[in-house]
């Protein structure tokens, strides 16, 4: 190919230069010589249809002599890439160029853009699947993304179109996030408050991308494995996401925001979150009155809806029944009587806005849920008489 190049500029400068001093030009100081002239648009002499054929030739020729340099290299960088296909196939092209930048290898990554320069594929794709990569499939923290994403000046390049990045991100970056990495989620979100700013026009279905982020912020310091795509999607089961990651050091963290939450067709109050949080600390271990007594401090925090919801869960749920002994459920109802009715009578009034009809509801309703479970028992007591008489009889 070095050749050919060196042969075609021969012809072009013989027709343009009286004198032949250029053949004592080193072949590689003659092709610079050429090509040089053809970048400043100087004209060669010579008749017209052999100007243009050497021309040609001359473009042809550097073309594929950079398809070869290419090639090798990225032969040394991936063996596994097929260099003939690589050439002959603009699909596979683009994708091994594409594959070039979803790595944390700057030698790669400059290959790549020297490749898309070469190719004609837009750089902004390359920009794209980069920071595409970085959001979902690298194992970088996320606490290093600005850095490595500004370094390349990833973010700059794409904002130059904010609509577009809005667009590609919700489209091809948010169904692949993990939805309990909240640092990823957070970037994301970051992004689109940036192309918001910028002029973009977004619509998500719940809150800004401003209040994610705020939201965000909060939560990935304090709670582990909360699914927040799932609590923030409407669809899933409010409270059983929140369940799995709601302990007694985030508990107040999750209540001050359960308004932000979906929870059946509204949002959450910080009732339901306590609720949850009791309930949680309740089924943790098997010694009934210890785990009960334990939530007295988020029972305090608890409206009469929520309240008895607990202790029904308690006491009187399927789960209840088949796990925790009919003397302790008893002892766990009368207690929760007990409470509630201290609630009323101010002794210990929370002061939380819950109004008093609410609470003496509350205590009528619980009282009668410890008449049923006493009458359980009364119900066993009589069954064990009846079966011992029957038993006497029949010796």
């Given at each position: 190919l070095h050749f050919a190049l060196y042969y075609y500029s021969v012809q072009l400068l013989a027709g343009s230069c009286v004198s032949r001093c250029f053949y004592q030009l080193p072949p590689a100081s003659l092709i610079q010589c050429v090509l040089q002239m053809k970048r400043s648009g100087k004209e060669f002499q010579g008749e017209g249809n052999s100007v243009a054929e050497f021309t040609e030739q001359i473009d042809s020729t550097l073309k594929q002599l950079a398809n070869f340099t290419y090639a090798r290299k990225l032969k040394q960088l991936d063996s596994s890439i097929d260099t003939s296909q690589f050439v002959s196939d603009e699909d596979y092209r683009k994708e091994t160029i594409f594959e070039l930048v979803r790595s944390e290898s700057d030698e790669n990554y400059d290959t790549a853009l020297s490749l898309a320069t070469h190719y004609a594929v837009p750089k902004r794709q390359l920009y794209f699947v980069y920071l595409a990569w970085i959001l979902t499939e690298s194992t970088s923290s996320s606490s290093v993304f600005p850095t490595k994403l500004d370094k390349r000046g990833t973010p700059s390049h794409l904002l130059e179109n904010p609509s577009e990045l809005s667009r590609n991100l919700q489209e091809s970056v948010y169904p692949r996030l993990p939805g309990c990495d909240l640092g990823r989620l957070c970037y994301y979100y970051t992004l689109l408050q940036s192309c918001e700013e910028r002029g973009a026009k977004i619509k998500l279905k719940l809150h800004s991308p401003e209040t994610h982020v705020r939201l965000l912020k909060k939560l990935r310091t304090s709670v582990q494995g909360l699914d927040?795509?799932?609590?923030?999607?409407?669809?899933?089961?409010?409270?059983?996401?929140?369940?799995?990651?709601?302990?007694s050091a985030n508990g107040h963290v999750l209540?001050?925001?359960?308004?932000?939450?979906?929870?059946?067709?509204?949002?959450m109050t910080e009732c339901v979150v306590y609720r949850i949080l009791c309930e949680k600390l309740f089924w943790k271990d098997t010694g009934w009155i210890d785990q009960y007594e334990a939530c007295q401090e988020f029972m305090e925090r608890l409206d009469g809806e929520n309240l008895k919801a607990f202790v029904m869960d308690a006491v009187a749920s399927l789960r209840a029944i088949e796990e925790v002994a009919l003397h302790s459920r008893i002892e766990i109802a009368k207690r929760a009587v007990r409470f509630a009715r201290q609630r009323v009578s101010g002794k210990e009034k929370s002061g939380r806005g819950f109004s008093d009809e609410d609470l003496r509801s509350t205590v009528e309703e619980l009282n009668f849920v410890l008449k049923h479970v006493r009458s359980l028992n009364e119900s066993l007591l009589s069954d064990w008489a009846n079966s011992e008489n029957e038993i006497g009889r029949a010796v």
């Open positions: 927040y795509k799932q609590l923030m999607s409407e669809e899933g089961d409010s409270e059983a996401i929140l369940r799995a990651a709601i302990s209540a001050k925001m359960a308004g932000k939450f979906p929870y059946m067709g509204d949002f």
